[in-house]
Nanobody, 121 residues
Framework: QVRLVESGGGLVQPGGSLRLSCAASGIIFSINTMGWYRQAPGKERELVADITSGGTTNYADSVKGRFTISRDNAKNAVTLQMNSLKPEHTAVYYC???????????????WGQGTQVTVSS
């Protein structure tokens, strides 16, 4: 069974930093894109950033220059470094990965359980 396990959320003051980590486990053949989404109260889930297996990154306009996504393919892990955080960044952050399980024909999306990020003084 494939799982995504996240860590690193919490409470931080405005202007502070947090680092979110996510690791995939299970019998995995390959992982394509890995990324982070967030969902604030009363809002739709939205893409924050993603990264391909080759290292190409994509960011939401609202986080460009503040957040950095990186990936360790050997560890099936993805990290989101969040700097200069603002209250509007408060949300539940979800790890996402397109994973092809061993013996499967296609990749399919998997989600982590979500980790709360709260930016408040």
């Amino acid at each position: 069974q494939v799982r995504l396990v996240e860590s690193g959320g919490g409470l931080v003051q405005p202007g502070g930093s947090l680092r979110l980590s996510c690791a995939a486990s299970g019998i995995i053949f390959s992982i394509n894109t890995m990324g982070w989404y967030r969902q604030a109260p009363g809002k739709e889930r939205e893409l924050v950033a993603d990264i391909t297996s080759g290292g190409t990154t994509n960011y939401a306009d609202s986080v460009k220059g503040r957040f950095t996504i990186s990936r360790d393919n050997a560890k099936n892990a993805v990290t989101l470094q969040m700097n200069s955080l603002k209250p509007e960044h408060t949300a539940v952050y979800y790890c996402n990965a397109n994973i092809r399980r061993r013996l499967a024909r296609y990749a399919e999306p998997y989600w982590g359980q979500g980790t709360q990020v709260t930016v408040s003084s």
